[in-house]
C-alpha cells in the first residue's frame, strides 16, 4: 500500500531560526495536504497542493511539492513560540482513494 | 459554528465491555472518517464513508465498527475492546464539493483518549 515517510520526528530550534519537515510517498501523488496539530488539540488544515513542482506560501510558511510528485516540504522562517505542535503530511496517490498520514514532525521552539 | 463534535472526551473503560463513540458534524457533509493516533505512527485511517450507508475499511479496521444512517453522525463502535485499542480517535469530515479556497479540507473532531485496562 501506499507509504508516506516523514522526516524528522522531532525538531528543537531556538526561536527564530528556520525550520523544515519533507514527506516523500512511495507512489506518486495526486495531492498533498499539511495539517499542524498544537498539543492537546486536533489537526487543522494548512493548505492543499496539486501541482508539480508548486510552492505556495502563507506568511513565514512555505511549501512545495516535489516535481516528480513524490515529496514535499513545509518550510518555517523565523520561527516563534506560537508554531509549536506537530506538523503532518497527508498524500492522496495511486489507486488510493483515501488520504494516507506521515507519521508527523514534533517541533518544540525554545524561547 | 461549523464543527465536529465527538463524545466522550475520555473514557477509561475495561476489557471486552463494549462502547461508542459519537461523532456528529453540522456542515452537511458527506465525507466522515475515523483515525486512530499513536505516537511515531501519526494518523492512521479506522473506517470512512463517502455517504449514508456507505462505509468501507481504511488501514487499520480490526476490531471496530461503524454505522452511517443518517449524514451528520458516524459513530465508532468498539464491540470487544482490548488494551491495543488504548489510543487517541479523531472523526473528521470533508465536503465533496470542498471550498474554493481550501479544497479538500479535512475538519477534525477534538479527539478522544481511550484507555482500555
Known amino acids: 500500500g501506499q507509504q508516506v515517510m516523514q522526516i524528522p520526528q522531532y525538531q528543537h530550534v531556538q526561536e527564530g531560526e528556520d525550520f523544515t519537515t519533507y514527506c516523500n510517498s512511495s507512489t506518486t501523488l495526486s495531492n498533498i495536504q499539511w495539517y499542524k496539530q498544537r498539543p492537546g488539540g486536533h489537526p487543522v488544515f494548512l493548505i492543499q497542493?496539486?501541482?508539480?513542482?508548486e510552492v505556495k506560501k502563507q506568511k513565514r510558511l512555505t511549501f512545495q511539492f516535489g516535481e516528480a510528485k513524490k515529496n514535499s516540504s513545509l518550510h518555517i522562517t523565523a520561527t516563534q513560540t506560537t508554531d509549536v505542535g506537530t506538523y503532518f503530511c497527508?498524500?492522496?496517490?495511486?489507486?488510493?482513494?483515501?488520504?494516507?498520514f506521515g507519521s508527523g514532525t514534533q517541533l518544540t521552539v525554545l524561547p | 459554528e461549523a464543527q465536529v463534535t465527538q463524545n466522550p472526551r475520555y473514557l477509561i473503560t475495561v476489557t471486552g465491555k463494549k462502547l461508542t463513540v459519537t461523532c456528529s458534524q453540522n456542515?452537511?457533509?458527506?465525507?466522515m472518517s475515523w483515525y486512530r493516533q499513536d505516537p511515531g505512527l501519526g494518523l492512521r485511517q479506522i473506517y470512512y464513508?463517502?455517504?449514508?450507508?456507505?462505509?468501507d475499511k481504511g488501514d487499520v479496521p480490526e476490531g471496530y465498527k461503524v454505522s452511517r444512517k443518517e449524514k451528520r453522525n458516524f459513530p465508532l463502535i468498539l464491540e470487544s475492546p482490548s488494551p491495543n485499542q488504548t489510543s487517541l480517535y479523531f472523526c473528521?469530515?470533508?465536503?465533496?464539493?470542498?471550498?474554493?479556497?481550501?479544497?479538500?479540507?479535512?475538519?477534525f473532531g477534538e479527539g478522544s483518549r481511550l484507555t482500555v485496562l
Open positions: 464513508s463517502m455517504n449514508v450507508e456507505v462505509t
Open positions: 497527508a498524500g492522496r496517490g495511486g489507486s488510493a482513494r483515501q488520504l494516507t
Open positions: 473528521a469530515s470533508r465536503g465533496t464539493s470542498g471550498s474554493a479556497l481550501r479544497p479538500g479540507e479535512l475538519f
Open positions: 497542493l496539486v501541482k508539480s513542482g
Open positions: 456542515m452537511n457533509h458527506e465525507y
